[in-house]
């Protein structure tokens, strides 16, 4: 599978912002989704994630209450809604899969820049 994610931008404190993550390949509906994220000068962080079915679901304490993930198995898309966006939420976001809960993540794509000033 391969992924690409889309969506960010520049965003006052306060707002909203959805993010996609578009996969390509046929087996994209087996596959654990998250979504991290690394602001400059820090270390990558897990945001959130997802298991095929969308019944498993873990957050990050930071984004809880806030964010909200969710995929579309049809469409392989991944969406990470986030609401009520603080300036300390900027970061450069990366979708990741991998394909069971016991491994690390294997497969990434690129980046979306996430701006949010105060």
């Known amino acids: 599978v391969q992924l690409q994610a889309s969506g960010g931008g520049l965003v006052q404190a306060g707002g909203s912002l959805r993010l996609t993550c578009a996969a390509s390949g046929r087996t994209f509906s087996v596959y654990r989704m998250g979504w991290f994220r690394q602001a400059p000068g820090k270390e990558r962080e897990f945001v959130a994630a997802i298991n095929w079915s969308g019944a498993s679901i873990n957050y990050a304490d930071s984004v809880k209450g806030r964010f909200t993930i969710s995929r579309d198995n049809a469409k392989n898309m991944v969406y990470l809604q986030m609401n009520s966006l603080k300036p300390e939420d900027t970061a450069v976001y990366h979708c990741?899969?991998?394909?069971?809960?016991?491994?690390?993540?294997?497969?990434w794509g690129q980046g979306t820049l996430v701006t949010v000033s105060s």
């Open positions: 990741a899969a991998k394909r069971s809960a016991n491994v690390t993540y294997g497969v």
